[in-house]
């Protein structure tokens, strides 16, 4: 008998719970766009005749239940973490760190699409009938795989940027990033909890690439730091991992005076950096506004000189704000949103220098390079 009434009150139990989440699906409102996971969440779809026999109908609805959830952000925290304690390396593509920094799974060689993208790249500075410099930036985890316990699938960085740099043509320069970022100071080079480099990262770069064209650059004391806190990066909302705190971002600051317009928006500003992009989620966009097709940057110190066209993906926001200190003009493209010929605009304007700048997982990744003409 009492075992009876045992599974009578686990069934009713169990039945109070679904109605009640089924209640709370109901009666709560519904967000568009989830804070922590930094992005949009599935709209209640259409219902139609086509999009019902088709089963699209079925697929968005069955999308748009999973992220209206009631208390989902818990749900998925608790999902991300039984993975980690079922001893699963990898969580939603993401590494964790013996210190807590968060990863992305290393990227695999795609020979077809090194191939592909190298081609684009020589094709551009054969156009150009000048030289380019090409600059590949190894991920976080490549330079901090010691900090992954039981790496099972190794970074192998090195082995991509030197199988693309073997594909480049005689009118590429291309600039070595492995050796200086291994002697570095490597805990400050990228962010805990974002695949993104630090302004530390990006200022060795920097420097990298004011020697190699036989140029002064700015030390690390003509720069103020400040610190920007709470702080949650790509790596954090895609891992779900949410006991892990947020970080500081470290601004560096030359005092120079900027112009900075934008192809995209209108107006002209005055800074590198936008301060009510801390207001966002994304606070990597406190560099330069974020991605815009086209940003141009004029340093008004009257003893500033050079041009610089960066052709890059969002690691130059914050790497475009310390080449600004050494140029009169640095205009920055990106190809995801820029699709007009690059060669016209050089003719137009006669850059003294062309760099082309790129993450290694973005350049394997990228399909836009075929607007590099």
């Given at each position: 008998?009492?075992?009876?009434?045992?599974?009578?009150?686990?069934?009713?139990?169990?039945?109070?719970?679904?109605?009640?989440?089924?209640?709370?699906?109901?009666?709560?409102?519904?967000?568009?766009?989830?804070?922590?996971?930094?992005?949009?969440?599935?709209?209640?779809?259409?219902?139609?005749?086509?999009?019902?026999?088709?089963?699209?109908?079925?697929?968005?609805?069955?999308?748009?239940?999973?992220?209206?959830?009631?208390?989902?952000?818990?749900f998925v925290g608790l999902a991300a973490n039984g993975e980690r304690l079922m001893g699963l390396q990898v969580t939603k593509d993401i590494y964790v760190g013996e210190s807590g920094r968060l990863y992305e799974a290393p990227c695999?060689a795609d020979g077809a699409s090194t191939e592909e993208h190298m081609e684009y790249i020589n094709a551009f500075a054969q156009k150009l009938g000048r030289d380019v410099d090409f600059m590949l930036v190894p991920s976080a985890g490549?330079?901090?795989?010691?900090?992954?316990?039981?790496?099972?699938?190794?970074?192998?960085?090195?082995?991509?940027?030197?199988?693309?740099?073997?594909?480049?043509?005689?009118?590429l320069r291309c600039l070595d990033l492995l050796g200086p970022f291994a002697g570095a100071d490597r805990e400050r080079l990228y962010y805990r909890t974002d695949h993104h480099w630090t302004a530390y990262g990006a200022w060795l770069?920097?420097?990298?690439?004011?020697?190699?064209?036989?140029?002064?650059?700015?030390?690390?004391?003509?720069?103020?730091?400040?610190?920007?806190?709470?702080?949650?990066?790509?790596?954090?909302?895609?891992?779900?991992?949410?006991?892990?705190?947020?970080?500081?971002?470290?601004?560096?600051?030359?005092?120079?005076?900027?112009?900075?317009?934008?192809?995209?928006?209108?107006?002209?500003?005055?800074?590198?950096?936008?301060?009510?992009?801390?207001?966002?989620?994304?606070?990597?966009?406190?560099?330069?506004?974020?991605?815009?097709?086209?940003?141009?940057?004029?340093?008004?110190?009257?003893?500033?000189?050079?041009?610089?066209?960066?052709?890059?993906?969002?690691?130059?926001?914050?790497?475009?704000?310390?080449?600004?200190?050494?140029?009169?003009?640095?205009?920055?493209?990106?190809?995801?949103?820029?699709?007009?010929?690059?060669?016209?605009?050089?003719?137009?304007?006669?850059?003294?220098?062309?760099?082309?700048?790129?993450?290694?997982?973005?350049?394997?990744?990228?399909?836009?390079?075929?607007?590099?003409?």
């Amino acid at each position: 008998m009492k075992g009876k009434l045992r599974d009578y009150l686990v069934c009713l139990l169990f039945l109070l719970a679904v109605f009640a989440m089924a209640a709370l699906f109901l009666l709560l409102p519904k967000e568009d766009f989830s804070q922590k996971e930094k992005r949009y969440l599935e709209k209640l779809p259409q219902l139609s005749w086509d999009s019902l026999s088709s089963g699209d109908f079925g697929e968005k609805a069955e999308k748009y239940m999973a992220d209206h959830l009631p208390f989902r952000d818990f749900f998925v925290g608790l999902a991300a973490n039984g993975e980690r304690l079922m001893g699963l390396q990898v969580t939603k593509d993401i590494y964790v760190g013996e210190s807590g920094r968060l990863y992305e799974a290393p990227c695999r060689a795609d020979g077809a699409s090194t191939e592909e993208h190298m081609e684009y790249i020589n094709a551009f500075a054969q156009k150009l009938g000048r030289d380019v410099d090409f600059m590949l930036v190894p991920s976080a985890g490549y330079m901090m795989q010691e900090d992954i316990k039981g790496l099972k699938n190794p970074y192998i960085d090195d082995e991509l940027i030197a199988s693309a740099y073997a594909l480049a043509r005689e009118e590429l320069r291309c600039l070595d990033l492995l050796g200086p970022f291994a002697g570095a100071d490597r805990e400050r080079l990228y962010y805990r909890t974002d695949h993104h480099w630090t302004a530390y990262g990006a200022w060795l770069a920097y420097r990298e690439y004011m020697e190699s064209l036989g140029r002064e650059s700015r030390a690390e004391e003509d720069y103020s730091l400040s610190y920007i806190p709470g702080f949650y990066g790509s790596t954090y909302s895609r891992s779900c991992l949410w006991q892990y705190p947020p970080e500081d971002m470290e601004v560096w600051e030359d005092g120079g005076s900027y112009t900075v317009t934008f192809s995209d928006r209108e107006g002209e500003f005055h800074s590198l950096f936008f301060p009510e992009r801390l207001e966002e989620t994304d606070k990597y966009t406190y560099w330069l506004d974020g991605n815009h097709p086209l940003v141009r940057i004029e340093n008004q110190d009257p003893e500033a000189e050079g041009s610089l066209l960066v052709i890059r993906d969002s690691y130059s926001n914050c790497l475009g704000c310390f080449l600004a200190g050494s140029y009169k003009t640095v205009v920055l493209a990106d190809l995801r949103y820029y699709k007009e010929p690059l060669s016209e605009l050089y003719r137009q304007e006669g850059f003294d220098q062309v760099l082309v700048a790129y993450s290694i997982g973005n350049f394997l990744s990228d399909s836009n390079f075929i607007w590099l003409e």
